[in-house]
């Protein structure tokens, strides 16, 4: 099993940028799809982008779409979030999560699909 630690987060202005790094350990990583989701003060958790195994096809939430991207690199058992034009309700702790999986072609939108989940990374950005 993996163990997916997050990194790379802190303060930012609005309209910043920032870039978190997950790193999977403990297993192959390429058996993994991959994921982030946050969580905001007082609200749910809830997705925000997810990679398949080989990192061609990805998926992002409505309200990121545009402004962040996920990437891996399978090389360094990493996978990365890139947050760009941050907004302040973009404030959260960021999770990384990963899925062992045998589909090369799927990523997931659902927390309940995940097994493997990090510590989490605050992300805060001010107006």
């Known amino acids: 099993q993996v163990q997916p630690v997050e990194s790379g987060g802190g303060l930012v202005q609005a309209g910043g940028s920032l870039r978190l790094s997950c790193v999977a350990s403990?297993?192959?990583?390429?058996?993994?799809?991959m994921g982030w989701f946050r969580r905001a003060p007082g609200k749910e958790r809830e997705f925000v982008a997810a990679?398949?195994?080989?990192?061609?096809?990805?998926k992002a939430a409505d309200s990121v779409k545009g402004r962040f991207a996920i990437s891996r690199d399978n090389a360094k058992g990493t996978v990365y979030l890139q947050m760009n034009s941050l907004k302040p309700e973009d404030t959260a702790v960021y999770y990384c999560?990963?899925?062992?999986?045998?589909?090369?072609?799927?990523?997931?939108?659902?927390?309940?699909?995940?097994?493997?989940w990090g510590q989490g990374t605050q992300v805060t950005v001010s107006s």
């Open positions: 990679t398949t195994k080989s990192g061609g096809s990805t």
């Open positions: 999560a990963a899925v062992r999986t045998y589909s090369s072609s799927t990523s997931y939108t659902e927390a309940r699909r995940y097994d493997y």
């Open positions: 403990g297993d192959t990583f390429t058996n993994y799809a």
